[in-house]
């Protein structure tokens, strides 16, 4: 792969604060990153794989922006006690547009009866990019831990007010955005895609 200087990474996704972790994440690798422009629609997630789910929007992009690296991500909780659920319904768990508190309710209320030592859940995030020659690159990332029995915490979003890394005694939401930064399934699923890229020598 040729090393051109300021190539264009477009991240695929309507989240402009993906772009910018993402870049930060990734920073010091030549790229430029930038959004799908706002008009660009992404088809729907409807595999049952976090990879497949980043493929398909990964995919979107490429035939979108030929020239372009781009990059998907897909996300999302995976809960021992509930045999990897909500897993790649994560967003949607407790319906099509549920809200985060919606969600997590539903959570807590299917582990009611779970007790605390079999409460362990991940949070997984895999990334799909596609460099302008077609060729595919997967990186994964996980953060362990566990569930608590109530939210706890105010930053974040999604399930951070209830999930508590392991070494840590507070949830996502009460350690703030830059203890996560450290430890999150995103972070390590881009450490992963640099290491990757640096092999390549993009
Ligand atoms: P997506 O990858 O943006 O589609 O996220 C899927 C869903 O997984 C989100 O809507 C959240 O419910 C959940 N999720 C993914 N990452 C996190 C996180 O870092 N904290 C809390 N919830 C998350």
Redesign the pocket.
Known sequence: MTSAAHRRAIICTG?AHKVEELGELLAGLDFDFAALPAETELPPETADTFVGNARIKAEAGHAGFPDAWVIA?????IVDALDGAPGVW??RFAGEHAT?TE?VDLLLERLADTPDDERTAR?ACVLVTIAPDGSELVAEGFVEGTILRAPAGES?????PV?VPIGHTES?AQLGSDVKAQL???AHAAQALRDQLVELGA
């Not at 991500?73 to 909780?77: E, H, V, Y």
């Not at 974040?156 to 951070?160: A, E, N, R, T």
Request: hydrophobic share 30%.
């Open positions: 989240n991500d897909d996300s999302g909780l994560s967003a985060d969600n949070f974040g979003f999604g399930y951070d999930f996502f999150s399934h995103r």
